[in-house]
């Protein structure tokens, strides 16, 4: 199944992503995803990535799953945070190779 991001709108603190999912046969189903603003700030996830992100979660369910109103999880955005801690941490240490004046 493929999903295409259709809307969104607020929900107090929720942002709650619209979707359609389209089979293979054409045939669409609407989905909607809830991320939690606050926990997304508290884990540094841009609000821009949440579109994305939140596919992410409809791509990860079960596709037999009958279920179309799911929710971004406190754990799956604290793995996140945490595999991007990582790989950004990696990234920022690495000093450059010093640089020798050979004539």
Request: hydrophobic share 35%; charged share 30%.
């Amino acid at each position: 199944m493929t999903y295409v991001l259709t809307g969104f709108f607020q929900d107090g603190g929720f942002r709650v992503f619209s979707y359609d999912g389209i089979t293979s046969d054409h045939r669409r189903s609407p989905f909607w995803v809830r991320a939690d603003l606050a926990l997304a700030r508290q884990h540094k996830l841009p609000v821009q990535e949440l579109p994305l992100l939140c596919r992410g979660v409809l791509d990860s369910r079960d596709a037999e799953s009958e279920e179309h109103t799911l929710t971004f999880s406190r754990t799956e955005m604290a793995r996140l945070a945490t595999s991007r801690e990582q790989a950004t941490g990696a990234r920022r240490f690495r000093r450059p190779v010093p640089k020798t004046n050979q004539d």
